[in-house]
């Protein structure tokens, strides 16, 4: 006759006594460490039967923790409280062993899933248990416990796939560990931001490529520092899985860890905030460039290049969704903002065709509405309609109100600069009925700024300037900033600025622009946003030169017209052409000498190396113009 499973109620008796029991060595002094607790919990207790276990502990703890309330001798009361603090280790300890058992299914599971994956399709699976998404996604010492399962199974099934997988994850942690106690040393080194910078500027890429110690990673490094591309590093690389699974296992860490840090910081946290938006779009940038590099890597099999690309595009899914899903999401920003090489302005097109596999979500609209608005700054003002109504369509069927009411304002702002005034103010009135419906005040102020803007603007081509065509589309833009200064937002305070600020340039009023546009290029600096930055310069420039102010209105028009070239925004070459209006007012000579008056107040901005390049930015612009 087989033996007969144990009954709950004799459970219940064994759990007391083990309670007891850990109790009782932990008052007579017994009690080496809390591993031992640990230990004596693995030992006494069985799978399927943790509940039972958890409410014999809870009734424990809840009639010592009476008893040291209610005992008046002091004796007894303190031997109650050494009990109670005695169950509460346990407790502690229980948590701990329950994750790991949980940690332990989950690497069961996954090691499972892999050996079983047909050859190539195992670095997708894998890639689905690193996914920071999931809520039982594997932390570095499950994965250190997945590489050893999976390399235990490879000593008896022969798959190069599976060592590969083992060695990856293996080389990735050892990479991570080697950068974690140097992750923030760069932060320390000058007051700048992350990105893409050059090689001699701030950023942490030169310093982790000269503390790894593994090639891939440190050429990868190398390449970002140096301002070079990574897709076409990656298209010269012949590099087999394990190299792009210690890459997926470094770079997931590396971005994980720089916006918790980020997230933490209490002194700052403005900037910490505006450093943990920079850290995701920065990471979801690489990872663009590596999947379009793999889809032209001409020394990879097809298969092989249709595996790794799929896979690489699938972690860069994974950081977008992440991304979407936090509070700070910018839906009213562009991931351009930290793109200052020319191989990096096309970089968010590569996820156009890719997109269109992934199901409709809420993320998906999100994401959307970010590559949206940066389409719209570099003037592909069609694909940045398409984004923004495929994201229109999703949120409003995943009930996503604040990103219908961000995709309404953008839609609005793309047809303001199309000079289609009456679909502008359409779309900005309903974004502002859905807004001030849904209690959305930051969708509501960029909404009044969107319509009143538009009011504005289609007042000038009607040619109606009288007072009256404009006072209340100029009620709007005030309304607008009001609420976006109580909300906060720093990148709709900048766009209610500027949007103020054109507004009266439009008008004819320089006077009252320049202080809005001042303010707007400040707010723009503050949340990153080179766009706003660059479109608030250009027009403080005309406002100035209206104002026959030469030297702060070339100083504006330079910085204007570096930086919105610098994101590929058609903007740039609005000031460039004011600059070249300056150069004959004040004569060749004259223009010169107060481009190096300017050299350190432009200097702080863009840097010396941008200071040099101006010249070259107003010859490629005259010859546009011959051309």
């Known amino acids: 006759m087989p033996p007969q499973p144990e009954q709950p109620g004799t459970f219940v008796e064994r759990y007391f ?13 017994q009690l080496r460490s809390k591993e031992q607790i640990y230990q004596m919990l693995a030992e006494g207790t069985e799978a399927g039967t943790g509940e039972i276990f958890e409410r014999c502990l809870s009734e424990r703890l809840s009639e010592t923790a009476t008893r040291v309330e209610q005992t008046a001798d002091e004796a007894k009361q303190a031997r109650a409280s050494r009990s109670l603090r005695a169950m509460q280790a346990i407790s502690g300890e229980w ?26 399709e195992r670095f997708e699976v894998w890639l689905g248990y690193f996914d920071p998404n999931q809520a039982n996604r594997l932390t570095l010492e499950g994965l250190k416990q997945l590489a050893k ?27 991570y560990q080697r950068l974690e106690g140097v992750l923030i040393e760069w932060i320390y080194q000058a007051p700048s931001s992350i990105g893409f910078e050059g090689e001699t500027s701030w950023g942490p890429w030169k310093l982790w490529s000269e503390q790894v110690n593994h090639s891939v990673p440190k050429q990868l490094f190398q390449t970002i520092g140096s301002n070079q591309s990574i897709a076409e590093w990656v298209r010269r690389q012949s590099l087999d899985l394990q190299s792009w699974v210690e890459l997926v296992v470094l770079l997931q860490s590396l971005r994980q860890a720089l916006t918790t840090w ?23 940038a690489i990872w663009c460039e590596i999947f379009s590099g793999l889809n032209d890597a001409a020394d990879l099999s097809r298969t092989d290049r249709t595996q790794l690309a799929q896979g690489c595009f699938q972690v860069l899914m994974q950081v977008l969704r992440s991304f979407s ?21 096309n970089a968010i097109s590569y996820l156009d065709e890719p997109l269109k596999q992934v199901e409709g979500t809420q ?58 005034y009456d679909e502008a103010v359409s779309y900005s009135q309903r974004a502002l009925i859905l807004a001030r419906q849904g209690g959305d005040r930051l969708g509501e102020a960029n909404a009044l700024t969107n319509l009143g803007y538009s009011e504005v603007l289609s007042a000038q081509a009607l040619e109606r300037m009288e007072p009256e065509d404009y006072e209340l589309a100029i009620n709007y833009l005030q309304q607008g900033l ?53 479109l608030n310069l250009a027009y403080l420039a005309e406002a100035r030169h209206s104002q026959s102010e030469q030297q702060p209105a070339c100083l504006a028009a330079y910085l204007g017209m570096y930086l919105l070239e610098q994101i590929g925004a058609v903007e740039w070459r609005q000031p460039a052409g004011l600059l070249i209006v300056l150069q004959g007012q004040l004569g060749e000579l004259g223009f010169e000498q107060l481009r190096r008056q300017l050299r350190a107040e432009i200097g702080a901005v863009i840097g010396l190396d941008g200071y040099d390049h101006l010249p070259q930015l107003l010859a490629n612009y005259r010859q546009t113009l011959e051309d």
Not at 95 to 120: D, H
Not at 325 to 345: R, T
Not at 391 to 410: F, G, K, M, S
């Open 95 to 120: 948590e701990r062993y329950q994750k790991t058992q949980q940690t332990a299914g989950v690497i069961a599971q996954a090691t499972a899933a892999i050996l079983q994956a047909p050859v190539g």
């Open 262 to 284: 980020f997230e933490q910081q209490p002194y700052d946290s403005k900037w910490g905030l505006k450093q943990t938006v920079s850290t995701y779009l920065t990471f979801a």
């Open 149 to 175: 399962a999976l390399e235990q199974a490879s000593q008896t099934i022969d798959q190069p796939e599976i060592r590969q997988l083992s060695s990856g994850i293996q080389a990735g942690i050892d990479a």
């Open 325 to 345: 899903q936090q509070p700070y999401f910018p839906m009213y920003g562009g991931i351009f903002a930290l793109f200052s090489g020319d191989y990096l302005k």
């Open 363 to 420: 993320e998906k609209a999100r994401i959307l509405t970010l590559l949206g608005y940066s389409q719209r700054a570099v003037g592909r003002y069609d694909r940045a309609i398409d984004f923004h109504q495929q994201a229109l369509e999703i949120a409003r069927t995943a009930a996503d109100q604040p990103c219908e009411i961000a995709n309404l304002n953008h839609l609005s702002r793309i047809y303001l600069a199309q000079k289609n």
């Open 17 to 29: 006594q083990l309670i007891d029991q850990i109790v009782t060595i932990t008052l007579k002094g």
């Open 482 to 534: 009001a609420l976006a200064e109580k909300q906060g937002d720093r990148q709709s305070q900048s766009l209610c600025y500027s949007s103020l600020g054109l507004a009266y340039v439009v008008l004819a009023q320089p006077q009252q622009a320049i202080p809005y546009l001042e303010k707007g290029v400040k707010a723009a600096m503050a949340s990153g946003d080179l766009y706003l930055q660059g």
